[in-house]
């Protein structure tokens, strides 16, 4: 039997059709391509927590449920003890049970363009999956037409990503409201970039029983130690604990975010750092000659280049030392965009520099 027959004979046809997802090598590189916070921690603060990771007891296995991290984040975000959190190594695997747990015959709903793991997670598992476009000259929700794919398809579960990635806004308020209250399954308030935004639906949890309210640890400035959460009901958290594989949280991720969320104060002050040079990268993108930059209440900015040459923007850019994201191969409301990631300011000089050169030479 070939490689090929092999293949087709034993994977599912979803899968054969999908394409992994791919992470751009970045050695060498000003990285600005993945909603990373670019701060480190001062020395003390380092030997601190390595002082905290010496009585790791690596020879045991890790609190299955992580108590102590699971009550420092609800008392950091102030999650009411009626709900429950659900810690998942990073927001996807919280994305994948959710889609996991839903019966072969459910939809799942989102808008487009959206964070690409609703997708690609929902095809991976042979799911019924429908995006809805946003509105083109705000990136908002089509409100209407969300209404009505609601009501369509019914779907298990949707998915609003609040600040919205790639394109960084936050939806109306009171769509995202309407909606809830429209769907007959669950609604996920994606708030990954909740720091920068000033802005969750964290306190409304207890005004619906259909929503959950998702959060991560990444963009914050702990990317390498994939922790997300999830917080809703009991009785919705109890099903996806029965499938969350055990021990998902290892013993040096619960006892370095336990150690990190307790000096928020550090975290705050980067956040504000970042938020300051997000205002200034705005105002310098929309001061180059042909680029279009959207407002952003994330780490990132959107921006639109001239008509075919964010391809070549994106590699000039590239050569010169700076790595970006090039959104425009998503066409539809992507097309001729490319999205950075706030940096530094030494780092964001680096790339203003690096887009002039490039356009000037286009």
């Known amino acids: 039997m070939t490689q090929s027959n092999l293949v087709s004979s034993i994977f599912r046809k979803e899968v054969q059709a999908m394409s992994a997802y791919k992470v751009a090598d970045a050695t060498g590189l000003i990285k600005l391509d993945a909603m990373e916070n670019p701060y480190s921690w001062p020395e003390d603060i380092k030997k601190n927590w390595l ?11 890790p609190d299955p449920e992580a108590r102590q991290l699971t009550a420092t984040i609800k008392r950091l975000n102030q999650i009411p003890d009626q709900f429950d959190v659900l810690l998942g190594n990073g927001s996807d695997e919280i994305i994948q049970l959710l889609l996991m747990a839903l019966p072969p015959s459910a939809s799942v709903l989102a808008p487009d363009p959206g964070f690409v793991m609703y997708k690609q997670l929902s095809l991976c598992l042979g799911l019924e999956y429908h995006a809805i476009p946003l509105l083109a ?5 089509d409100f209407p037409a969300m209404l009505k794919a609601i009501k369509t398809h019914q779907p298990s579960v949707v998915f609003l990503a609040y600040p919205n990635n790639p394109t960084g806004n936050l939806f109306s308020e009171a769509s995202i409201r309407g909606i809830i209250k429209a769907s007959q399954g669950l609604v996920v308030i994606d708030e990954a970039y909740a720091p920068f935004a000033d802005a969750s639906f964290i306190n409304s949890l207890g005004q619906y029983d259909n929503l959950l309210v998702m959060r991560t640890v ?7 130690l994939r922790l997300g959460y999830i917080a809703g009901l009991p009785g919705i958290i109890e099903q996806l604990h029965k499938i969350r594989l055990p021990y998902n949280i290892n013993s040096l991720t619960q006892i370095s975010a336990d150690f990190a969320l307790s000096n928020k104060a550090l975290f705050d002050q980067q956040t504000q750092q970042i938020c300051a040079e997000r205002a200034v990268m705005f105002e310098r993108l929309n001061a180059l000659n042909g ?18 040459k964010a391809n070549d923007l994106f590699i000039s850019i590239k050569q010169q030392g700076v790595l970006i994201k090039n959104m425009s191969g998503q066409g539809g409301l992507l097309a001729d965009c490319l999205r950075v990631t706030i940096g530094t300011p030494e780092e964001n000089t680096a790339f203003i520099a690096a887009l002039t050169k490039s356009l000037d030479a286009s």
């Open 291 to 308: 680029i279009t930059a959207y407002p952003s209440a994330a780490n990132f900015i959107l921006f639109k280049t001239p008509e075919n």
């Open 137 to 141: 000259d705000s990136f908002d929700l």
């Open 51 to 61: 002082e905290a990771l010496k009585s790791c007891p690596l020879n045991r296995y």
């Open 218 to 224: 990444s963009k914050l400035g702990l990317a390498g």
